[in-house]
């Protein structure tokens, strides 16, 4: 009794993957409507800030060079301060190929830093950095394209006196505005130098 029944199934079983088969073979509009995947991260894209000046700056402006980018805020008292010297000190590692890199900081908290403020924070950190902003809208489009998060962290009648929780990881786009890898908070200035000349 066991054994016709486990032919049955397994009978069962072929008809079915022959028929599949044949649906496909006959049906050719299904396999074009296959959903295919191109493996790439999606990490990054378009954006629309505000530089120094108060001109609008777009990503395409960075096009031809690579652009180190880090999503930070002009009061943070620790993890901010200490990626962009990291940053800095890994460019400078790169010798004449420093010139490939853009690095750029976004700030968080559009709130308290302006412009102005933001391109006067990252002149402590070299020439070589720009510094963006822009409306509270601006930011969250820019910080959800590069998958950044933040939070604002404020008690009662605190004022101006309040903390952002944010992501601390430093992306690297090509020069065609694509991801190419991204860089976690903590890796030593000479490690983030070697990441860097592997894809320069």
């Known amino acids: 009794m066991r054994r016709p029944l486990l032919l049955i199934i397994v009978g ?3 008809l079915g993957a022959l028929v599949g088969a ?24 378009p954006f629309e800030l505000v530089g120094k000046d108060g001109s609008t700056v777009t990503d395409k402006a960075f096009r031809g060079k690579y652009m ?16 962009l010297q990291v ?16 690095p750029i900081f976004i700030t968080v908290d559009p709130e308290r830093d302006t412009p102005r403020v933001v391109a006067d924070y990252v002149m402590n950190f070299g020439p070589r950095f720009v510094g963006l902003s822009g409306t509270p809208e601006q930011i969250a489009k820019a910080a959800k394209a590069y998958r950044v998060t933040f939070e604002k962290h404020q008690e ?13 990881i430093a992306y690297l786009m090509g020069p065609d505005g694509e991801y190419i890898t991204h860089i976690p908070y903590g ?3 000479p490690k983030m130098t070697e990441i860097l000349q592997r894809y320069l």
């Open 12 to 14: 069962g079983f072929l």
């Open 22 to 45: 044949g649906v496909l073979i006959l049906n050719p509009d299904m396999q074009r409507n296959r959903v295919e995947t191109s493996g790439k991260a999606l990490i990054g894209g």
């Open 68 to 83: 180190l980018v880090f999503f930070g805020y002009t009061h943070c008292p620790d993890i901010c301060p200490a990626e």
């Open 87 to 102: 940053m800095a000190s890994a460019l400078d590692g790169l010798g004449k190929d420093a010139d490939k890199v853009v």
């Open 156 to 168: 009662a009648g605190a004022g101006d006196n309040y903390s952002v929780d944010h992501s601390a």
């Open 187 to 189: 890796t030593p200035a």
